[in-house]
């Protein structure tokens, strides 16, 4: 069993920056990949980025490509999200997911294990 707890949500100008934080618990962190999604009001949840087992592996939506970098810190058993350039379509919760495949997976399906979300919003 994995639990995973999200910080580093809030409000932020258009413009601005956020990092969000996964902490997982457990010592199988390094067994997992791990993604991050998003979901808008009456909209569905939606791939925001994925990085493999290793770390050496990562993928991005089109929509936040050369804006968000995921990362991992194996040392801490954590994942994080540096968001720069927010835009206001950028606001959703934010939810970490870990899988028990290699990675970077881009489905929500090959997810195992999910945050109960972070609230970002992006004020225009």
């Known amino acids: 069993q994995v639990q995973l707890v999200e910080s580093g949500g809030g409000l932020v100008q258009a413009g601005g920056s956020l990092r969000l934080s996964c902490a997982t618990s457990?010592?199988?962190?390094?067994?997992?990949?791990m993604g991050w999604f998003r979901q808008a009001p009456g909209k569905e949840r939606e791939f925001v980025a994925a990085i493999s087992w290793s770390g050496n592996s990562a993928d991005y939506a089109d929509s936040v490509r050369d804006r968000f970098t995921i990362s991992r810190d194996s040392a801490k058993n954590t994942v994080s999200l540096q968001m720069n350039s927010l835009k206001p379509e950028d606001t959703a919760v934010y939810y970490c997911?870990?899988?028990?495949?290699?990675?970077?997976?881009?489905?929500?399906?090959?997810?195992?294990?999910w945050g109960q979300g972070t609230q970002v919003t992006v004020s225009s």
């Open positions: 997911a870990a899988s028990r495949y290699p990675g970077p997976e881009l489905k929500p399906e090959e997810y195992d294990y």
């Open positions: 457990g010592r199988t962190f390094s067994r997992y990949s």
